[in-house]
């Protein structure tokens, strides 16, 4: 008999609340819980088949079915729920860092494709397998909003895997023509389009009084003096301070975004709360984070 989904519904904290691209963001399985859905899911897809390829079907058996189905259903919602934080993971890495509902919808597109395809006697994690088509639809919206040919969208790539390879450090056109294995004139123009391309995300995700944090339906609003006083604190930390806050970024994806190490990281974090604390609007501050 299959396990009921009580077994899995996992704690719903703050963060859980919120969509991404339509689904409700909740906490992550564990392994266990992963792989005891994968069965469920499997069973329901071929009670699906056998319910379309035959109408000579008993009653009794078609409930049976018609249940295995519904739990098929019902676990795969929950594995999708359960790792669409990525798809609002990699939309933030790629600078969109306050969501963008194109992006957000491609990277949920990628994440059903992805569990359609997904075979568990492979041995990975649905979200490893996962990661490879969220990217993938991702940038493909990214190309698409920006107007890139499919050869300057892998360019444009390729330079952002090299420039994070360098670890902040500025690259050479030299460097660069070298590394794609193009003329520098090419280099040239690739890193223009590169430099445009990061303009347009951080022009995109500016924060205003209107800003939507969440869904529409459940909205964190943030009010004008909370973001003049945190950019006040924070400086140029205000964007890591925000994402760690919420939880939609880790120390270690922060760190990596930023170029450079998770103590340092960390330390950068600690001096924002320190500042909050210290604030003459510590109270206020405070208080409106717990009713979040």
């Known amino acids: 008999m299959a396990p009921r989904q009580k077994d899995f519904v996992p704690v ?23 792989r005891r859905l994968h069965p469920i899911i499997q069973k329901g897809r071929e009670a ?34 359960a790792t669409c934080g990525l798809v609002r993971t990699r939309v933030m890495e790629r600078g969109y860092r306050f969501g963008d509902e194109d992006l957000e919808a491609a990277g949920i597109e990628g994440l059903v494709n992805a569990l359609a395809r997904f075979d568990p006697e492979q041995g ?5 397998y996962a990661n490879y088509w969220i990217m993938k639809l991702v ?7 920006a107007g890139l040919t499919d050869s300057e969208m892998r360019l444009i790539l390729s330079l952002q895997k090299f420039e994070r390879s360098a670890n902040g450090r500025r690259l050479t056109k030299r460097e660069v023509a070298d590394t794609l294995q193009i003329p520098m004139s090419k280099a040239v ?36 003096w909370v973001i003049d006083e945190l950019r006040r604190l924070c400086a140029r930390d205000f964007d890591s301070f925000w994402q760690f806050t919420f939880r939609t970024m880790s ?13 340092g990281m960390s330390k950068r974090i ?5 500042a909050v604390r210290e604030s003459p609007e510590a109270a206020r501050l405070l208080h409106w984070f717990d009713q979040q």
């Not at 008993?58 to 795969?76: F, M």
């Not at 120390?251 to 103590?263: D, K, M, V």
């Not at 600690?270 to 320190?274: A, V």
């Open 189 to 224: 123009e690739v890193m223009q389009m590169s430099r445009d391309l990061n303009e347009r995300r951080f022009e995109s995700t500016e924060f205003t009084d209107d800003a939507d944090f969440s869904s529409k339906a459940d909205r964190v609003d943030a009010p004008a």
């Open 124 to 128: 990975t994690r649905f979200s490893t």
């Open 251 to 263: 120390i270690e994806e922060l760190a990596r975004n930023n170029g450079i190490s998770r103590q």
């Open 270 to 274: 600690d001096r924002c709360r320190r």
């Open 139 to 145: 940038n493909q919206a990214i190309q698409q909003q």
């Open 48 to 81: 699906a088949i056998a319910l379309n390829s035959s109408s000579l079907i008993d009653s009794a058996q078609r409930r049976r079915l018609l249940r295995l189905r519904h739990a098929g259903q019902e676990a795969e919602s929950l594995l999708l729920q």
């Open 12 to 34: 719903v904290t703050a963060t859980s609340r919120r969509l991404v691209g339509g689904l409700k963001l909740i906490a992550p399985l564990s392994v266990d819980e992963e």
